[in-house]
């Protein structure tokens, strides 16, 4: 259906608008480009064992739950950073389910731990989240400028999301673990190499889409060729009917945006407290990649406080963003039985703080 949905809204509006839609499309490609690069840059590391080693040498590592989950919380946003949420939230889940589960903890920290800090650690680069590069693309800055303005509001949201799931699952991990299950060493090639020059190319260039989905789609025809990964494994984590979906109702709204100036308006009249709230709102009612196509598709005043909103509002409810389709079916793959519910509960007490965090820690660097 919301693939179905995004091909009639691009028919709509290159009827309406052409040049209105290309313009939308435009800034809206390179995104979701990158997104597909950094998920088969993933899907080879996680064939080569990686993400596994990580989670299992975590659980080793760790002497209790608090331990292993500020491990956790370190590893969800040096994956986030590097290789976009929706890569942390694909592979990481299950893994740390499995390392919870190695040491006898509950997973439930863990399990939402994964979801909550992947979208609140998508501030840190462009390529951590597609409405990084939504909102921004336009100004062409490397990783390095970049991280330069977001790296305070992005460790504040950080670092306020995993003090609040702390709190909230501090019975949970403060239970006794168990003698932690060996698993196999990860194999250190092709998997480790993508990464790497995923991430680099991440920080060095200002565009890297086309040359991260190079380096993806290499590394995935090498596998999928000597036979370790299956064309079918690459299409279900691609989801190519979502992503398609998705990229038609942002260029939908877009458009949308470029036509009818009520958003533009808007935003012009809100300090940037009103601009993150605004942003979440949005992001909610239609997902966030949409609602960042339409709030950007003018400049605005309050960019990176757009971008709070844009990343951290998703972490309300499930319509906020891909992360949370993602996370569902990796949790569900793992035998784990996530619940929306619980999900938004714990939601409802990070998202305003950790916006405020971010706000503040924004302001206080100048660059709101």
Request: aromatic residues 6%; charged residues 10%; contains cysteine.
């Amino acid at each position: 259906m919301l693939a179905l949905g995004g091909v009639v809204g691009l028919i709509v509006v290159f009827s309406v608008n052409a040049h209105a839609a290309r313009a939308a499309a435009s800034q809206d490609w390179s995104p979701f480009v990158l997104v597909s690069g950094l998920l088969l840059i993933g899907l080879v590391a996680d064939g080569d064992g990686l993400f596994a080693a990580a989670g299992n040498t975590l659980a080793r590592l760790s002497s209790n739950g608090v331990v292993l989950f500020f491990g956790a919380a370190l590893m969800i946003s040096v994956v986030t950073a590097l290789l976009n949420l929706d890569t942390s939230v694909a592979f990481l889940t299950p893994v740390l389910v499995y390392a919870a589960r190695s040491r006898g903890s509950a997973e439930a920290p863990l399990l939402y731990g994964c979801l909550l800090l992947s979208n609140a650690g998508s501030l840190f680069l462009p390529g951590s989240n597609l409405t990084n590069l939504i909102v921004l693309g336009h100004l062409r800055l490397t990783g390095a400028q970049f991280l330069a303005h977001a790296w305070a509001p992005a460790t504040a949201a950080l670092v306020v999301t995993a003090v609040v799931v702390l709190i909230a699952e501090r019975r949970e991990l403060s239970e006794k673990s168990l003698e932690i299950q060996p698993t196999k060493r990860p194999a250190l090639g092709l998997g480790l190499v993508a990464v790497v020059a995923g991430a680099v190319l991440v920080i060095v260039m200002p565009s890297p889409a086309l040359a991260v989905a190079g380096v993806g789609v290499v590394a995935t025809a090498l596998r999928v060729t000597r036979g370790n990964i299956k064309p079918g494994h690459v299409a279900q984590v691609l989801g190519v009917p979502v992503l398609v979906g998705l990229f038609g109702v942002a260029v939908t709204l877009g458009t949308v945006g470029r036509l009818w100036s009520g958003p533009t308006v808007l935003l012009s009249h809100l300090d940037v407290w009103g601009t993150a709230a605004l942003a979440g709102v949005s992001s909610i009612l239609v997902n966030n990649l949409p609602a960042a196509s339409m709030l950007a598709a003018r400049s605005s005043a309050h960019p990176f406080a757009l971008l709070i909103g844009l990343n951290l509002g998703p972490n309300l409810f499930v319509t906020g963003s891909l992360a949370w389709l993602l996370w569902l079916r990796a949790a569900r793959l793992a035998g784990a039985r996530p619940s929306l519910k619980k999900a938004s509960q714990l939601g409802a007490w990070v998202v305003p703080a950790s916006m405020a965090a971010a706000i503040l820690a924004l302001l206080g660097a100048g660059h709101g």
